[in-house]
């Protein structure tokens, strides 16, 4: 008679559990550090709404606020280079770029609260003098939704009438912009159509937007097969190969 095996004594899963736990709590801290340090040099910022709060409460000193870093360093130095031409008309022109724009917030509407902002009468502080500022010229583009806005002070109104200004942001700066992203050519037409008029030069116009090529086809379009007689030959062809066959047979046949 074969014995029985003896029976196995009951394994506890305390040792299990604990090992368990305790390769958890080092596993968080391992990685823990690792992504507060992805979180803390991540662009934030770039990913933040702008309003007039987030700009500087006066002029700064130069000309390109590029808070959506759009442009490389040569585009930069280009641009920058093409606002200063402006000083020689006695126009401070400047170009904004945000990464986008706070909720509810229009960006002719900031460009206008720009303009009031920095337009304000600026005090000398060693002579308390109140100096006379160039009139602004801003130049804004929204990296989210590739629009673009042209705001100029009143003094500017005879020479940069509204309608150009809104024809140079929709048509000048925003067919490069959503045509790939291209900010600096965008930027450089608009700068370049706004001080051809400055210096007393014939408005460029808008761009010219190539037209698709018609392409030539043999095939009637819908409007041509209604005013066409075709349906009306089919019937007289099928009445005729049906009568004229009956008839032939009913001649012959008698």
Known sequence: MTNPLPSDAPVSLAPLSTRGRTFTRAWLRLVAPLLLTLLALAPIDAAMAVSLKDLPS????????DVADVFSRASRGEIEKQLEAFRAERVDARLITVPRLDYGLSLEQLGQELVQRWSAPAIDPDTAAVTNQDPLLLVLVDAQTKAAAVVASEPLERQLPPELLRSTARTTMALPLREGNRYRQASIDGLTRLATVLRGGEDPGEPEVASEAV???NIPSHE?????????????????GSVVPMLTWWVFSR
């Open 58 to 65: 006066s002029p700064p000193a130069a000309a390109l606020l």
């Open 215 to 217: 392409i030539t086809t």
């Open 224 to 240: 041509e097969t209604e005013r066409s007689n075709g349906f009306t030959w089919v019937v007289v062809l099928l009445v005729v």
